[in-house]
């Protein structure tokens, strides 16, 4: 199972940015499809996740600000994140889990300034 994520970037306090990911496997195949991320120095943690009925979960630190959601014709999940903060500078991992088993992305760097 692959994972591909896209969208991370560079971005002023303020703005926003939409994360992709494009599992290899059907979306209708997975239990759970979620956002982690990692700064530096810390460790990762859960950013928001989406199960097969559409329940959605989100830390703290994002609710009202980030969304996400799944397009099913797509096969594609997204993270769309706005009002972001400096503090939400980190490695975005995409995570799915498959008949109990977790895959990971690769990740990707998203960076916001003051």
């Known amino acids: 199972v692959q994972l591909v994520e896209s969208g991370g970037g560079l971005v002023q306090a303020g703005g926003s940015l939409r994360l992709s990911c494009v599992p290899s496997?059907?979306?209708?195949?997975?239990?759970?499809m979620g956002w982690y991320r990692q700064a530096p120095g810390k460790q990762r943690e859960m950013v928001a996740t989406?199960?097969?009925?559409?329940?959605?979960n989100y830390a703290d630190s994002v609710k009202g600000r980030f969304t996400i959601s799944r397009d099913n014709a797509k096969n594609t999940v997204y993270l769309q994140m706005n009002n972001l903060k400096p503090d939400d500078t980190a490695v975005y991992y995409c995570?799915?889990?498959?008949?109990?088993?977790?895959?990971w992305g690769q990740g990707t760097q998203v960076t916001v300034s003051s």
């Open positions: 995570n799915i889990i498959v008949l109990g088993t977790t895959h």
């Open positions: 989406i199960i097969t009925g559409g329940s959605t």
């Open positions: 496997v059907s979306i209708f195949s997975i239990n759970i």
